[in-house]
């Protein structure tokens, strides 16, 4: 049974930093591609980054410069870590896995099993 379950969520001052985990299993020996998203209320589900099998990463808008994926095989663990957090960074943030070979994606559309979520809270 594949699960993905993420963890690492809370309330953070702004101007602050979160590191995210996501815990993948069922997969077996296959590292697949995981990105990460998030949905702030009332707005739709945002692509922040992917990382591949390989471990390249690719980042969209709202992540460069400021959020890091990373991977720990040994462990089936990818981590999003988020530093210079702003109030615009309050969401419900998941992990996803896809199944291409080669590269990753940071198209929601594109993933096949999703995590519960994790919220994290940027406030004063």
């Known amino acids: 049974q594949v699960q993905l379950v993420e963890s690492g969520g809370g309330l953070v001052q702004p101007g602050g930093s979160l590191r995210l985990s996501c815990v993948v299993s069922g997969f077996a020996k296959d590292y697949r591609p995981i990105g990460w998203f998030r949905q702030a209320p009332r707005k739709g589900r945002e692509g922040l980054g992917c990382?591949?099998?390989?471990?390249?990463?690719d980042y969209t808008d709202p992540a460069k410069e400021r959020f890091t994926i990373s991977r720990d095989n040994a462990n089936n663990t990818v981590y999003l870590e988020m530093s210079m957090l702003t109030p615009e960074d309050t969401a419900v943030y998941y992990c996803?896995?896809?199944?291409?070979?080669?590269?990753?994606?940071?198209?929601?559309?594109?993933?096949?099993?999703w995590g519960q979520g994790t919220q994290v809270t940027v406030s004063s």
């Open positions: 996803a896995a896809e199944q291409r070979a080669l590269g990753c994606t940071t198209v929601k559309n594109g993933y096949d099993y």
């Open positions: 990382i591949s099998r390989g471990g390249n990463t």
